[in-house]
């Protein structure tokens, strides 16, 4: 009796590892529109909000409708000497591309259209092969690396630049299907906030939770490991593989750090040129004037104050803030520093949120490249630098991925970490 008082004393929950500091904790059962935090980190490790799986598929049918007409038709149009010139997201990335320079034209492309239609894909995937039985893992481990490759919101904040620098020399319209556009961009930000991958994950694989015991003792709880493909906390199968996902567990990410320092210093080393180069080259009747990125900022500060920060701090300060914060972080966890552990953790999660928002300037020289052609007395086309500006971004994005941050908290990690 005293046993069955204990047990029912306990609870209703699950032991569960935060994917950020490794800290075990008991989750609880989680209501609808609920979030459960970690008590150490205050990561987000389960949320109850969440949207069903026909009204997923209903947001993606309703973006595959809107993509025909949001990419290929024009989005904006000048008149330049009597001509009418309009400008699609296709035909930049096709300017860019013809260029010679494929590679900045498929890191556009990507993030514009090839993350869209693969988010639209996946839901409708999974929508169908859940009621066909198809093996769903590799879309939901897909989706939830998804989120911070798609863009459309940038490019559209990137159409609003490209159309204030070009208002100089032409008139400036809004193309007819500018509405599609922003009516696409606005249901993916809204499908990608309701989609909770951790609640399909557990609707599609639903897992044998490790359960609550007064008997576990360290050593049973210490086994323990949190899959980063899943989220799901278990010990490993025979293979050492997460039993819901099959993603291989480890204790921490095999050559986490060594391949952030080789991402970060391969950043660094690019963003010399991609600030000392020109970004973007103008044609005037014939004669060629380049342009680097803060003499760009310089440009549209002398028309537009709002516009010129939100450029700065898009292409000058986020970079360098990435750059910074990452160089802390990997010195901090190479000298096992014991302080500030919660401002780190805050920094690293800061810097994933914000990196995105660096692919602005490529966005502008994409849809202004569609504006003015060089057929035009004004031409406009893309510099060097724009090469090694995307690709500093990339690796700066890809470095926060491969950092663990369980880390981070392993300088300050004792053995009560893994108590009851």
């Not at 300037?361 to 007395?377: A, E």
Request: glycine letters at 6%.
């Amino acid at each position: 009796m005293k046993i069955l008082h204990i047990i029912s004393a306990i609870p209703a929950g699950r032991y569960h590892r935060c994917p950020q500091c490794d800290w075990l904790f008991i989750l609880p059962d989680v209501a609808k529109n609920q979030d459960a935090f970690c008590p150490r980190c205050q990561a987000r490790v389960a949320s109850g909000n969440e949207w069903p799986m026909n009204k997923l598929a209903a947001m993606a049918a309703t973006m595959l409708m809107l993509m025909p007409f949001a990419y290929a038709e024009p989005l904006i149009s000048i008149r330049l000497l009597g001509t009418v010139i309009n400008a699609t997201l296709v035909h930049g990335i096709w300017q860019m591309a013809m260029q010679g320079d494929v590679i900045t034209a498929s890191m556009v492309a990507f993030c514009t259209i090839g993350a869209p239609c693969t988010l639209v894909a996946s839901l409708l995937y999974l929508f169908f092969g859940q009621r066909l039985g198809m093996n769903l893992r590799p879309v939901l481990l897909m989706l939830e690396r998804l989120k911070e490759w798609l863009m459309l919101d940038i490019y559209l904040i990137g159409m609003a630049v490209a159309a204030i620098k070009v208002k100089d020399y032409a008139d400036v319209n809004t193309g007819m299907a500018l509405p599609a556009f922003i009516a696409l961009t606005v249901c993916s930000v809204i499908t990608l906030t309701h989609l909770n991958i951790g609640q399909l994950w557990e609707k599609c694989y639903p897992g044998q939770h490790t359960p609550l015991y007064p008997v576990y003792r360290r050593s049973n709880t210490a086994a323990l490991r949190i899959c980063l493909g899943c989220h799901y906390t278990s010990v490993g199968d025979r293979r050492g593989r997460c039993p819901r996902c099959h993603v291989p567990l480890r204790y921490r990410r095999r050559q986490s750090l060594q391949k952030c320092w080789a991402a970060l210093i391969a950043a660094m080393v690019l963003m010399l040129p991609a600030n000392l180069l020109p970004i973007s080259i103008i044609y005037i009747n014939g004669v060629r004037s380049g342009s680097t990125i803060l003499a760009g900022i310089g440009s549209l500060a002398a028309d537009n104050i709002a516009v010129a920060m939100v450029v700065f701090i898009a292409s000058i300060l986020v970079p360098f803030i990435k750059i910074v914060v990452l160089l802390t972080l990997l010195i901090s966890i190479h000298f096992e520093v014991r302080h500030g552990l919660k401002t780190r953790i805050r920094l690293l999660r800061f810097v994933g949120w914000i990196g995105r928002w660096s692919m602005l300037d490529l966005f502008v020289i994409s849809i202004t490249m569609s504006l003015v052609d060089r057929d035009q007395l004004l031409a406009f086309t893309m510099g060097p630098a724009a090469f090694y500006f995307g690709a500093a971004v990339i690796l700066t994005i890809l470095a926060v991925n491969w950092l663990d941050s369980r880390l981070i908290w392993d300088a300050y990690a004792t053995n009560a970490d893994y108590a009851d």
